[in-house]
């Protein structure tokens, strides 16, 4: 059921004189969102490094992550090096497979005992 504006302004009145500051208490019920504090003032983030320890001339296996290259390879180079002129970034290393050589994260090579 629909008020017209002159009979919602009589039942907001009969409202008012019946509890009075009832109306106003309604408006002011929005609460504001607390601050909290999730990390400690003195929050250090732990920085997690993996670091793989291949060597130069081991025999590794490979698998790229959409399965391009998979196989046998070579390490030519490891990380910290400069191979070529180019400087290896860290945990990346040069490999031989299949008579070329790439440039490969430690996460898709896998040590052949």
């Given at each position: 059921?629909?008020?017209?504006?002159?009979?919602?302004l009589?039942?907001?009145?009969k409202?008012?004189?019946?509890?009075?500051?009832?109306?106003?208490?309604?408006?002011?019920?929005?609460?504001?969102?607390?601050?909290?504090?999730?990390?400690?003032?003195?929050f250090?983030?732990?920085?997690?490094?993996?670091?793989?320890?291949?060597k130069?001339?081991e025999?590794v296996?490979i698998?790229?992550?959409?399965?391009?290259?998979?196989?046998?390879?070579?390490?030519?180079?490891?990380?910290?090096?400069?191979?070529?002129?180019?400087?290896?970034s860290h945990?990346?290393?040069?490999?031989?497979?299949?008579?070329?050589?790439?440039?490969?994260?430690?996460?898709?090579?896998r040590?052949?005992?």
């Amino acid at each position: 059921m629909s008020y017209n504006k002159k009979s919602l302004l009589e039942a907001k009145k009969k409202l008012e004189e019946s509890n009075p500051g009832y109306l106003r208490s309604i408006r002011k019920t929005k609460s504001k969102p607390k601050k909290t504090i999730i990390k400690k003032e003195n929050f250090e983030k732990k920085k997690t490094v993996c670091e793989w320890n291949f060597k130069v001339n081991e025999l590794v296996y490979i698998k790229d992550y959409n399965g391009a290259m998979e196989g046998i390879a070579l390490i030519v180079a490891e990380s910290g090096n400069k191979f070529f002129g180019r400087k290896i970034s860290h945990n990346h290393y040069y490999v031989l497979w299949e008579n070329k050589i790439f440039e490969v994260s430690g996460t898709y090579l896998r040590k052949i005992l």
